[in-house]
Structures are given as C-alpha cells and as structure tokens.
C-alpha cells in the first residue's frame, strides 16, 4: 500500500516562495503519472493543479501556469512542486498523490493511491 508523506508548507507573505515535497513508499513510483492536489479553505473538493507524467511531460491548471513548477525524483521517490510569486489565493492543503489513472469518460485525472496527511500553505501578509 502506497504511503505519502507531504511536507514544506507554511506562512509566507504574497510574492514569496516555498517547495512542497512528497515522499512515496511502497509504490512503483517510476511509472505513474503523478500530481499536487490544492484544497482551499471552506471547500470540499480538491483541486488538480499539477501533473507530470512518467517521462517528465508536464501540465498545470491556469491559475498557477508560470509560477508553479512540478518534478520528480524516481530514484528518491519524491515529487515536487516549486511555487513561485505565490498569492492569497494559493492559500489550501496541498496533496501529492503518485498515482493518477485518465477518466476517458470525463477526460480528467482521477487519484488512486492513499491521500497524505497534506501540507498546509498560507500566503498573507
């Protein structure tokens, strides 16, 4: 069973910067496609703000296109997400999940693996 560990949240003012971590254990990391997750305060659904596939391709949803940056490390197990210029409106708990099947009928990414405890990013000044 997949465990996730997410981690480098925290307090920053608008315009700062931070990099999330997620670290995977018991999962055949290298092939997956992968992804940082955002819940805002006071919502239920989590939002899918980026992906990167086994081979390095990358996508990102518009409100974080050109300030968010994912990787990943297959010989650690770990993905990142670096976020740059961040604003009040990134505020959430941010998810990895290291194991997204496509949806052909919606055409969207679903989660497979176990969700994290989460990471939380607050951007105030």
């Known amino acids: 069973q997949v465990q996730l560990v997410e981690s480098g949240g925290g307090l920053v003012q608008p315009g700062e910067s931070l990099r999330l971590s997620c670290v995977a254990s018991?999962?055949?990391?290298?092939?997956?496609?992968m992804g940082w997750y955002r819940q805002a305060p006071g919502k239920q659904q989590r939002e899918l703000v980026a992906?990167?596939?086994?081979?390095?391709?990358?996508n990102y949803a518009d409100s974080v296109k050109g300030r968010f940056t994912i990787s990943r490390d297959n010989a650690k197990k770990t993905m990142y997400l670096r976020m740059i210029s961040l604003k009040p409106e990134d505020t959430g708990v941010y998810y990895c999940?290291?194991?997204?099947?496509?949806?052909?009928?919606?055409?969207?990414?679903?989660?497979?693996?176990?969700w994290g405890q989460g990471t939380r990013v607050t951007v105030s000044s």
């Open positions: 018991g999962s055949i990391f290298s092939i997956n496609t």
């Open positions: 999940n290291t194991e997204l099947r496509w949806d052909t009928y919606y055409r969207v990414y679903a989660p497979v693996a176990s």
């Open positions: 992906t990167i596939t086994n081979v390095g391709i990358t």
